[in-house]
């Protein structure tokens, strides 16, 4: 009886999804690839996933660049996070989105695309010259004028 409560009321509130976005910065140009997951599908996005039981942001950005395209990174850092509704394919979706940013910690590394599934493959883009459509969370904080780089690499 109680677990059919408890089922009941997770179904009448649903949780909040806490994804882990990683920019891997390499000089002006950021990793992004093209969705092919259902939640923003044919946008693109940075490598990254949901949070983990008891996973600190950190170490879901390292989980999830290794798993998505076998990249070791280092110099990890909290950037920002957003709290996004929208609706997505006419679903409605509550989104909270850790923002990461990292460097490769072996500069001559090559992404490789590991989940064929999820993403149609990662390329670097330059900063200025970003892809569209950009996944819905990253198009909103980008058009604040948010940047993922350091302030002092800024020319
Ligand atoms: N990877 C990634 N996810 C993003 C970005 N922006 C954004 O809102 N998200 C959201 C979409 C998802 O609801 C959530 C988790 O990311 P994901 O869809 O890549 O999850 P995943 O399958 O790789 O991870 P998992 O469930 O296997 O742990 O974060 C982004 O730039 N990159
Ligand atoms: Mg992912």
Not at 10 to 23: C, K, M, R, T
Not at 84 to 112: C, E, I, T, W, Y
Not at 114 to 141: H, T
């Amino acid at each position: 009886m109680e677990n059919c409560a408890m089922s009941e009321s997770a179904l009448s509130s649903p949780a909040p999804e806490i994804g882990v976005a990683v920019f891997l910065l390499k000089g002006n140009k950021v990793l992004l690839g093209r969705r092919r997951s259902s939640m923003g599908h044919n946008t693109f996005a940075v490598p990254g996933g949901h949070l983990e039981f008891g996973e600190s942001f950190e170490e879901c950005a390292a989980r999830e660049l290794m798993e998505e395209t076998g990249l070791a990174i280092e110099n990890i850092e909290f950037l920002t996070a957003t709290n996004n509704v929208f609706s997505d394919a006419g679903k409605p979706v509550h989104l909270v989105v850790v923002f990461m940013r990292a460097v490769l910690a072996d500069p001559d590394q090559l992404p490789q695309n590991l989940e064929p599934d999820k993403c149609y493959g990662w390329d670097w883009y330059n900063w200025n010259n970003l892809p569209e459509p950009l996944i819905q969370p990253i198009e909103s904080v980008v058009r604040t004028g948010f940047d993922p780089f350091p302030a002092h690499e800024k020319q």
